[in-house]
């Protein structure tokens, strides 16, 4: 399945849980409010994702500001994907610089929780056989829990250059930079959740948080050999910091009213 990127925009998809809404054989798990989730044909993973054919293993939201297409792939991971593969992947093909184009499009974003995004997109022409593309978002993000939030924002500038008919370059930096908290929801109770505490948010307002940092760096050097044959050589440089902390509803005890919190910080 292929959401190009007139339907990303249409549909103004942002993430990849909204993406699961329109592709059959998948869903979106909440990924304990700090990465994506996806579950292939009833399947979870946390880990098949990649970018222009680069496997994209670290655990986080992967913002979509700099997405050209998004392809998902279903079947038998032994025919298909390689390592990892639960019977699925998702692969995001980035945007990437236009020649003879000049262009800005934005997107401004408002909500009544107080809540905004805006995205900005610009593609300048520098020279007959040179680009310049720029890809920037960033985001507030509220709702109607307690202590909730989120800062996140990422910067995309990308480069491309045609040194022949045959052969083009790519270059690409990105710097993402998110900040949110956790909230893992209320107890349940006989596979229900217990919709007296539906106000309560179990955890803490200074504890219960997930932060990212992360400097990617890529090159892909495309040469054409003749009429249905290409060389590419791509390579990428990643740094990925990540923190991820909370307090949550371990259990609860109905006749003393009473929850039991735990908690876990893990680092990446």
């Not at 020649?99 to 520098?126: P, Q, R, V």
């Not at 500038?157 to 710097?175: A, C, G, R």
């Not at 740094?239 to 876990?264: H, I, R, T």
């Amino acid at each position: 399945s292929i959401l190009t990127s007139d339907l990303l925009s249409l549909q103004e998809l942002s993430s990849m849980s909204e993406i699961a809404d329109y592709v059959p054989g998948i869903d979106a798990g909440q990924g304990e409010g700090h990465r994506d989730d996806i579950l292939f044909r009833g399947v979870k993973s946390t880990a098949d994702f990649f970018v222009d054919g680069i496997r994209d293993d670290v655990q986080y939201y992967r913002p979509l500001y700099n997405v050209e297409q998004v392809e998902v792939l279903k079947g038998a991971n032994a025919l298909f994907f390689g390592r990892g593969g639960t019977g699925g992947l998702i692969n995001r093909v980035s945007k990437k610089a236009q020649l003879g184009n000049n262009f800005t499009d934005y997107t401004i974003s408002l909500n009544d929780f107080g809540a905004n995004f805006l995205h900005l997109d610009s593609n300048l022409d520098i020279a007959p056989n040179a680009a310049l593309r720029l890809n920037y978002y960033t985001e507030d993000l509220e709702n109607h829990r307690d202590f909730y939030y989120g800062d996140n924002s990422g910067f995309n500038p990308t480069l491309k250059i045609e040194l022949s008919d045959q052969t083009t370059v790519n270059v690409s930096y990105e710097s993402l930079d998110h900040d949110r908290f956790i909230d893992r929801g209320i107890p349940s109770e006989n596979g229900n959740p217990v919709e007296s505490l539906s106000g309560i948010t179990f955890g803490d307002e200074n504890d219960n948080y997930s932060t990212l940092s992360a400097d990617i760096i890529k090159l892909s050097v495309d040469h054409t050999l003749g009429a249905n044959k290409k060389l590419r050589l791509n390579y990428t440089d990643n740094d990925f910091s990540k923190l991820y902390q909370n307090l949550y509803a371990k259990s609860y005890d109905s006749v003393a009213n009473e929850v039991v919190l735990e908690g876990y910080r893990d680092t990446t």
